[in-house]
């Protein structure tokens, strides 16, 4: 069974950091495209960045370029988001998401149960 | 980006009704839609892909249609577990988004 664990949410500081994990089992972890999609309290989804496997592209949604990254280590089968110069707007649920393929533009199932981030003085 | 536009934001209906939701893209996107329920407090599952695949396990009362621009979800013999919210989701190209979701209610 796939499972989709993420972790690292919380309270920060506008202008801060956080850093994001997404430990993942059940599945070749290295095989697929994973990403980030973001749903602010009460609000509809938002994609925010996708990571293909292999060497890696990455792709991100203009409003979080240059601060955040999305990277992935497949040798502990972990997807990361490194947040920085965090922004009250970035205030949302972050959920990781598995595709079903190993690149290009794809659908995204399952989803992780996401973390919770918190931007606020 | 390409702008996804559902309709509509909330649909109200009863158990054994059949309803249909529609999302319109800002331009075409040939066939690459999918769709996501969600229950309060739970991340979304896909229940369509490639605008009209069903994804494994997920009910045939399920169905989708449409491509380029316009698309629709079709619950048939609506049941108490489909009361949910809905988005579509487009994937023509590397930069995804949703639509705004329908919340569908009894």
């Known amino acids: 069974e796939v499972q989709l664990l993420e972790s690292g949410g919380g309270l920060v500081q506008p202008g801060g950091s956080l850093r994001l994990s997404c430990a993942a089992s059940?599945?070749?972890?290295?095989?697929?495209?994973m990403a980030w999609v973001r749903q602010a309290p009460g609000k509809g989804l938002e994609w925010v960045s996708t990571?293909?496997?292999?060497?890696?592209?990455?792709y991100y949604r203009d409003s979080v370029k240059g601060r955040f990254t999305i990277f992935r280590d497949n040798s502990k089968s972990t997807l990361y988001m490194e947040m920085n110069n965090l922004r009250v707007e970035d205030t949302a649920i972050y959920y990781c998401?598995?595709?079903?393929?190993?690149?290009?533009?794809?659908?995204?199932?399952?989803w992780g149960q996401g973390t919770l981030v918190t931007v606020s003085s | 980006d390409i702008q996804m536009t559902q309709s509509p934001a909330t649909l109200s209906a009863s158990v054994g009704d059949t309803v249909n939701i529609t999302c319109r893209a800002s331009?075409?996107?040939?066939?690459?839609l999918a769709w996501y329920q969600q229950k309060p407090g739970k991340p979304p599952k896909a229940v369509i892909f490639?605008?009209?695949s069903l994804k494994s396990g997920v009910p045939s009362r399920f169905s989708g249609r449409g491509s380029g621009t316009e698309f629709t979800l079709i619950i048939s013999s609506l049941q108490p577990d489909d009361f949910a919210t809905y988005y579509c989701?487009?994937?023509?190209?590397?930069?995804?988004?949703f639509g705004q979701g329908t919340s569908l209610e009894i």
């Open positions: 998401a598995k595709a079903p393929v190993a690149t290009g533009a794809t659908w995204f199932d399952p």
């Open positions: 059940g599945f070749t972890f290295r095989s697929y495209v």
């Open positions: 990571i293909t496997s292999g060497i890696g592209n990455t």
């Open positions: 331009q075409s996107i040939g066939r690459w």
């Open positions: 490639d605008a009209s």
């Open positions: 989701q487009q994937y023509d190209s590397d930069s995804y988004t």
